[in-house]
């Protein structure tokens, strides 16, 4: 029997704004990275045992956020339970590719990169980026590029889940009271994404 990628039903509440602003501009700036039709981001629901999508970039961005599978399955699956990195420069020759998966999101890759959202011993989740350049995926590298990237994201996802940003002053308040050490922690983090772009 197939199973589909179905509609979170009664999921968890939405990701904090300022999370999801993080998420998406991961997985805006993986997709640039390595030239890729497109990239996500899947974080791990360890009691439901399911990974959800929660930002994505390319193919698939109007009607995947949201979207859940389970967390057993396909490349995205094995990398979230094994903890390490992953690139399958052809998926019609992969026996862990998921096609099933695949197909239920309206877009099957000849190619991707995967890479675990890490943080001490736990996995948050994964960062797949489909269908690379065939420059951006030519070797160890490259993968080491996209485990960094994704490291630096598990670090400013877990910033802002456990410290979450203040709401924003009311207008009485003053204008110039200072970031909180999330915000900062955070737009250290963004500033070093940057400059592996410059590299």
Known sequence: MTQTIAPVVNAAPRPHPAVAELLQSVVDT???IFGAQASSVMLLDTAAGELAFEAVSGQGQEFLVGRRFPAGRGIAGWVAASGEPMVVDDLHESAAFD???????????DALMA????????????????????????GLPELDLLGLFARQAAVALHVLTTHPPRPAPEPASTPDAPDGPSRTELLDLLAQARRLLEE
Do not use: F
């Not at 096609?99 to 890759?109: C, F, H, K, L, M």
């Not at 960062?127 to 420059?135: K, N, W």
């Open 99 to 109: 096609r099933d998966i695949a197909e239920s999101t309206g877009y099957v890759p």
């Open 30 to 32: 993986a997709r640039a």
């Open 115 to 138: 890479a675990p959202l890490v943080r001490g011993d736990r996995v948050l989740g994964v960062l797949e980026v489909l269908d690379p350049s065939p420059q951006a995926r030519s």
